[in-house]
């Protein structure tokens, strides 16, 4: 798989429900981040958890890190419409800063009411 | 809150024009960023620019693409000789530092006939 590689590619389930969007990664980083982007919009930056954190929670939204596996998963809890939207994960490769941000494919969540 | 802002929202140009996408950055933010996003596809790393230079590109930011910060507030993204592959979405953002999150804008949608 490429850099940064989100799963499902799509996940829909009914508001009130938790939304779990896994991320894997293949090189080495300082921090992987997520963020988020309605149709049409930029991207907004929901977290960031550094390379020596396992765990991140931020309202809603709990982010682990798992670097012996290269991966991370984003958790949404009690989930509402408006968090209908695409979700990517962006690993710095290790480089320090963000200056190269590689994202991933992106899971597009959809929140039915 | 501050935001980047693009300019034009949408641009639509023939093959072989020049374009410029406009970008105004957060104002006190020293590191700016161009990102692309064909339709349907993942948002990839163009640019990275700081104390009025180049710090870092990728191999699509080749000899038809520049960048300039021609004063304190605005920053431009040229394409001197548009190709059909040149249409995506276009994203200007920035930060504080060069570990810190990135603030999109919204984006231009450039479309090359």
């Known amino acids: 798989s490429q850099q940064g590689e989100e799963d499902p590619q799509a996940l829909s389930i009914q508001e009130g429900e938790n939304a779990t969007m896994n991320c894997s990664y293949k090189?080495?980083?300082?921090?992987l981040q997520w963020y988020r982007q309605n149709s049409g919009r930029g991207l907004v930056h929901l977290i960031l958890i550094r390379s020596n954190e396992r765990e991140k929670h931020s309202g809603r939204l709990r982010v682990t890190l798992d670097t012996s596996k290269k991966s991370s998963s984003l958790l949404i809890t009690a989930s509402r419409a408006a968090d209908t939207a695409s979700y990517f994960c962006a690993t710095d490769g290790g480089n320090f800063g963000n200056e190269k941000l590689t994202f991933g494919t992106g899971t597009r969540l959809t929140i039915i009411p | 809150e501050p935001e980047v802002t693009q300019t034009p929202s949408h641009q639509v140009t023939q093959m072989g024009q020049e374009v410029i996408l406009r970008c105004v950055p957060i104002?006190?933010?020293?590191?700016f960023y161009w990102y692309r996003q064909i339709l349907g596809q993942k948002v990839e790393f163009l640019v990275s620019f700081y104390n009025n230079e180049i710090s870092e590109k990728s191999e699509i930011f080749d000899d038809q693409f520049s960048v300039e910060r021609p004063d304190g507030s605005n920053f431009t993204l040229k394409i001197r000789s548009t190709k059909l592959e040149d249409s995506a979405m276009y994203f200007c953002?920035?930060?504080?530092?060069?570990?810190?999150?990135?603030?999109f804008g919204n984006g231009t949608r450039l479309t090359v006939t």
């Open positions: 090189t080495s980083i300082n921090n």
């Open positions: 104002s006190n933010h020293l590191y």
């Open positions: 953002a920035s930060s504080l530092r060069g570990d810190s999150p990135l603030h």
